[in-house]
C-alpha cells in the first residue's frame, strides 16, 4: 500500500525559504522508473505541477518556477524535500507530494497536502 | 510551455445525466493525458492515464478519448459521488501540466 504524507511550516514569512519534506511508504525511490513530483494548489485555484526528482536522481522544474525550487530525495528516510526560496504572498497554497506511475507519468497516489501560508 | 485548456468552466448537471468535458492542449501530446477528480479539501485522485486507459477500481461510467490536441473526458450516467472538480494533465518533454478544471454543480 503507497502512501505519502507532507509535512513542514504552516507560516513562512515573505523572502524567507519554504522547506517541505515528503514522507513515503510502499514503494522504493532507488527501484528503476519509480519518481515523486511536487503539485501546489492556491485556495480556490488549480493545480500546478512544481518539481519531480526520479529514482536516478534525475530532477525536473516547472520552467516558471526553477530558478527557486530545489528537490532532493533521501532514498534510506524514504523521504523527497523540496526547497522554494523568496516565498511572497502568491505562494499561498496547499502543497501535496504524489508518487508518479512507474513509465506512465501520471501521478496515482496522493498526499493529503498541508497548506502553507505566507504572510507577514 | 504546453497550456492546457478545459471546458466549460463550470457544469450544471442532474443525476443520471450524460457529462462531457473537454480539454485542448496548445500543440500535440500524443496521448500523453490524465483526468483526476478532486473533491473540497481532498487531493486529487486519478481516473484517467493515456487519454482513455481506466485507472484500477475506477467505476466504467467514466470513460475518456481524444489523442492530439483534443480530449473528452465522459461520465455516462452521473452519480451522487461524482459531483466534484475535474482536472485534465498533460505530460510532455519531462513537464506536467494542469488544466483550470471543471467544476460539475447539481442542477
Known amino acids: 500500500q503507497i502512501t505519502l504524507k507532507e509535512s513542514g511550516p504552516t507560516l513562512v514569512k515573505p523572502t524567507q525559504t519554504l522547506t517541505l519534506t515528503c514522507t513515503f511508504s510502499g514503494f522504493s525511490l532507488s527501484t528503476s522508473g519509480v519518481g515523486v513530483g511536487w503539485i501546489r494548489q492556491p485556495p480556490g485555484k488549480a493545480l500546478e505541477w512544481l518539481a519531480l526528482i526520479y529514482w536516478d536522481d534525475d530532477k525536473r522544474y516547472s520552467p516558471s518556477l526553477k530558478s527557486r525550487l530545489t528537490i532532493t530525495k533521501d532514498t534510506s528516510k524514504n523521504q523527497v524535500v523540496l526547497t522554494m526560496t523568496n516565498m511572497d504572498p502568491v505562494d499561498t497554497a496547499t502543497y501535496y507530494c504524489a508518487h508518479l506511475k512507474p513509465g506512465l507519468y501520471y501521478f496515482d497516489y496522493w498526499g493529503q497536502g498541508t497548506l502553507v501560508t505566507v504572510s507577514s | 510551455d504546453i497550456q492546457m485548456t478545459q471546458s466549460p468552466s463550470t457544469l450544471s448537471a442532474s443525476v443520471g445525466d450524460r457529462v462531457t468535458i473537454t480539454c485542448r492542449a496548445s500543440?500535440?501530446?500524443?496521448?500523453?493525458l490524465a483526468w483526476y477528480q478532486q473533491k473540497p479539501g481532498k487531493a486529487p485522485k486519478l481516473l484517467i492515464y493515456?487519454?482513455?486507459s481506466l485507472e484500477s477500481g475506477v467505476p466504467s461510467r467514466f470513460s475518456g478519448s481524444g489523442s492530439g490536441t483534443e480530449f473528452t473526458l465522459t461520465i455516462s450516467s452521473l452519480q451522487p459521488d461524482d459531483f466534484a472538480t475535474y482536472y485534465c494533465?498533460?505530460?510532455?518533454?519531462?513537464?506536467?501540466?494542469f488544466g483550470q478544471g471543471t467544476k460539475v454543480e447539481i442542477k
Open positions: 493515456k487519454a482513455s
Open positions: 500543440q500535440s501530446i500524443s496521448s500523453w
Open positions: 494533465q498533460q505530460y510532455n518533454s519531462y513537464t506536467w501540466t
